[in-house]
């Protein structure tokens, strides 16, 4: 790999990555969004799904058998499966499976879920079933504009960006230590930290140091990146790959802009 090819890939893959971190951070908010705007209670599915549901219920239930509910279609089934403790907060709960028949008619269908040994008690869950007609039409009406556009998962995409992400800063690290060699056995560097010093001047670090023959007291000439000679730089501070010099204020100089080794 050449100098210019290092510093177009590098230039690429960092575009490539911030256009990867704003994906997964829109990802994220298209699915939190949607999350927020689907009630808890709410069920979206299709004639024929078997949907995973949960729910608390009262301390003195102590066998699934003490549990009944209400269906306002004979479609729809609530399968009890067992009780259980709340992960978060404990108490008692219980999950079970709704199960939609095949000929399910599409509209908006109830499911209570209360005690069955006292019948005052107020009920455990009331879940809201909104049956579609399609998978089609149960995505068209997704709260997630992903899930409507693309039909996937915000979650999923925000997984793929997020990971695309990481793997384009990983690979942008690699061509930028490449680049760093290869500008370094050129007597080049780039400037990456500017920073103010005293005596009205300012101070930037490079990455040239004792190992490339820079000394302390050396004048190094400093060019912007489009390789125009803005100035110089005196080394006052050099360690084995890196050194520090200082600039009048008057000399533009910001990170990226590139230092020469005389020769």
């Known amino acids: 790999m050449k100098l210019d090819q290092a510093t177009w ?20 908010l298209d699915g939190l969004v949607a999350q927020f705007r689907t009630p808890p209670n709410e069920v979206r599915a299709i004639p024929g799904e078997k949907i995973n549901v949960n729910g608390p219920c ?112 990983a690979l942008t690290y690699y061509v930028t230590q490449q680049r760093d060699s290869m500008m370094a056995e050129q007597g080049l560097a780039e400037v990456y930290r500017v920073a103010m010093g005293g005596e009205g001047c300012r101070e930037v670090a490079f990455g040239l140091g004792s190992t490339h023959g820079v000394q302390a007291g050396d004048l190094v000439t400093l060019m912007n990146p489009s390789g125009e000679r803005v100035g110089k730089v005196k080394v006052i501070q050099v360690f084995d790959v890196d050194s520090i010099g200082t600039v009048d204020l008057e000399t533009m100089v910001r990170p990226g802009f590139v230092v020469a080794k005389d020769h």
């Open 58 to 169: 009262s301390p003195d239930i102590q066998d699934l058998s003490q549990l009944v509910y209400d269906t306002s279609a004979e479609g729809i089934q609530l399968q009890l499966e067992a009780l259980h403790s709340g992960f978060w907060l404990g108490g008692t709960m219980w999950r079970g499976q709704l199960v939609l028949s095949s000929d399910l008619r599409p509209g908006t269908y109830g499911v209570m879920v209360r005690s069955g040994i006292d019948p005052n008690e107020k009920p455990f869950a009331l879940f809201v079933i909104q049956v579609f007609s399609s998978p089609d039409e149960l995505r068209q009406t997704a709260r997630s504009f992903i899930l409507r556009r693309f039909g996937i998962t915000p979650w999923i995409a925000f997984f793929v960006f997020i990971s695309l992400a990481l793997l384009t800063f």
């Open 9 to 28: 890939w590098r230039s690429t893959l960092g575009r490539a990555g911030a256009l990867f971190c704003i994906l997964f951070i829109l990802s994220g």
